[in-house]
């Protein structure tokens, strides 16, 4: 059977939300490995919290953006290779570390995970990369915001929500975003990559499993589906 391709940007506070972590990562396995029944699939992990404290304390050290982003894709790796022990053989720990490699070692049977490639961006980006690289149609990114907004709706109650936006809306959100020196909804080069390639995004909550499993499956969701064709 041809099944399509998929790739999940999972954001690290997502995969290790700090709390009851071993009974989560065991349910956010079980919702992988079953979507992927269905689908191709190739897992981005982010670096979350633990990135943040090297990314934080060694700046705080003197260190340079090339050393803070070095410790950040190690942290992503590490964190790839727990999401890999949860999968058992479905995956491997031997975590790829470039784009190309991870599209190489992708089969329609195994679940490829990996975290970060090189310094100059984020694991978004890397989704894209990967998207680009094996024809995905989709990337799901699965953090912990449940949608794209006009604004930050926590400081603007009028904040509209979005259900369906075009990737140059996103574009121009995340422009203004970054204007507020703001942490990004996805990076800037990731939608770079997915516009040109006419890839598509869904932005989801990803501690909400029978949403992400909606979103790999390319069931209805109640994030927001940004549309690239
Ligand atoms: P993340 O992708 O988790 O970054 O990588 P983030 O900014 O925390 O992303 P969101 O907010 O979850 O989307 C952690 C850090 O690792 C470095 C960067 O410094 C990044 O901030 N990194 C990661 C790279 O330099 N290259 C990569 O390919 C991936």
């Known amino acids: 059977m041809k099944k399509e391709k998929v790739v999940v940007s999972i954001g690290g506070s997502v995969l290790i939300p700090g709390e009851n972590d071993p ?19 190739v897992v981005v992990c982010g670096g979350g919290r633990i990135a943040r404290y090297y990314t934080e304390t060694g700046r705080s050290i003197g260190g340079s953006t090339y050393q803070l982003d070095i410790m950040g894709i190690g942290v992503t790796r590490i964190n790839a290779q727990l999401l890999a022990v949860s999968l058992g053989k479905l995956s491997s720990t031997d975590i790829p570390e470039t784009a190309e490699e991870a599209s190489r070692r992708s089969t329609p049977d195994n679940i490829v995970v990996m975290g970060g490639t090189e310094p100059g961006h984020t694991t978004d980006a890397v989704a894209a990369m990967v998207a680009k690289e094996m024809g995905a149609g989709r990337i799901v990114n699965a953090t912990s915001v449940e949608a794209v ?29 970054h204007g507020a020196g703001n942490s990004s909804v996805f990076d800037p080069l990731g939608i770079k990559i997915a516009k040109e390639n006419k890839i598509d995004i869904l932005m989801v909550d ?9 979103a790999i499956l390319g069931s209805r ?5 940004v549309n690239s064709q």
């Open 206 to 214: 990803g501690r909400d499993l029978e949403e992400l499993k909606n």
């Open 221 to 225: 969701i109640k994030g927001t589906y």
């Open 23 to 41: 009974a989560y990562i065991k349910k956010l396995a079980e919702t992988i490995k079953d979507a992927s029944g269905a689908v191709q699939l």
């Open 149 to 177: 907004y006009s604004d930050d709706p926590k400081k603007n109650p009028a904040a509209e929500r979005y259900s369906d936006i075009t990737i140059d809306k996103l574009g121009e959100l995340v422009y203004k975003e």
